[in-house]
């Protein structure tokens, strides 16, 4: 699924849509440069799971955790800021096979090895300074499942 989004806000929606089709042990890893969207789509994806707690970026904190719908939680990890993920591995390793969490990785390129097959994984590109071409490839059957609800909203 490929998606022009032309702001914050539609980003949000886009994200808000994706949390809405969720329901616990998805992995979602954003892939973009600083800036493009990627804690904006997280954002969205708490609204969209019911979040109440407002969404920050979990930069200088690593990762932060909210509690969401149907006793779901949120885990948000960035990785931007490591450059060995030690024991950060092994918590996110235990995160991502949490059937009752939604598991969102940023600059996961430093965990990939710990990172399920399976996944939905988000690309973000940045044409012009408000467009963002955002991709959404699934890799498994569970985020196939995903994406073809996502698909079906979209059509509706």
Same mark, same amino acid.
């Given at each position: 699924?490929?998606?022009?989004?032309?702001?914050?806000?539609? =980003?949000?929606?886009?994200?808000?849509?994706?949390?809405?089709?969720?329901?616990?042990?998805? !992995? @979602? +890893?954003?892939? &973009?440069? #600083?800036?493009?969207?990627?804690?904006?789509?997280?954002?969205?994806?708490?609204?969209?799971?019911?979040?109440?707690?407002?969404?920050?970026?979990?930069s200088?904190?690593?990762?932060?955790?909210?509690?969401?719908?149907?006793?779901?939680?949120?885990?948000?990890?960035?990785?931007?800021?490591?450059?060995?993920?030690?024991? =950060?591995?092994?918590?996110?390793s235990?995160?991502?096979?949490r059937?009752?969490?939604?598991? !969102? @990785? +940023?600059?996961? &390129?430093? #965990?990939?090895?710990?990172?399920?097959?399976?996944?939905?994984?988000?690309?973000?590109?940045?044409?012009?300074?408000?467009?963002?071409?955002?991709?959404?490839?699934?890799?498994?059957?569970?985020?196939?499942?995903?994406?073809?609800?996502?698909s079906d909203?979209?059509?509706?």
């Amino acid at each position: 699924m490929l998606k022009v989004i032309d702001s914050d806000h539609e =980003m949000r929606e886009f994200g808000q849509a994706i949390g809405s089709v969720l329901g616990g042990g998805e !992995v @979602i +890893e954003l892939i &973009g440069d #600083v800036g493009s969207g990627k804690t904006t789509l997280t954002k969205g994806i708490g609204l969209g799971l019911d979040v109440t707690d407002s969404v920050q970026s979990p930069s200088f904190t690593i990762n932060r955790v909210y509690s969401a719908r149907d006793d779901l939680e949120l885990a948000h990890y960035d990785f931007y800021r490591l450059d060995d993920s030690g024991i =950060m591995s092994d918590e996110l390793s235990e995160a991502i096979n949490r059937p009752d969490a939604v598991t !969102v @990785i +940023e600059w996961g &390129g430093l #965990v990939d090895g710990v990172l399920p097959d399976d996944r939905l994984t988000i690309r973000f590109v940045s044409p012009s300074e408000t467009t963002r071409q955002v991709e959404v490839i699934a890799t498994g059957d569970s985020s196939r499942q995903v994406l073809g609800k996502l698909s079906d909203d979209s059509a509706a």
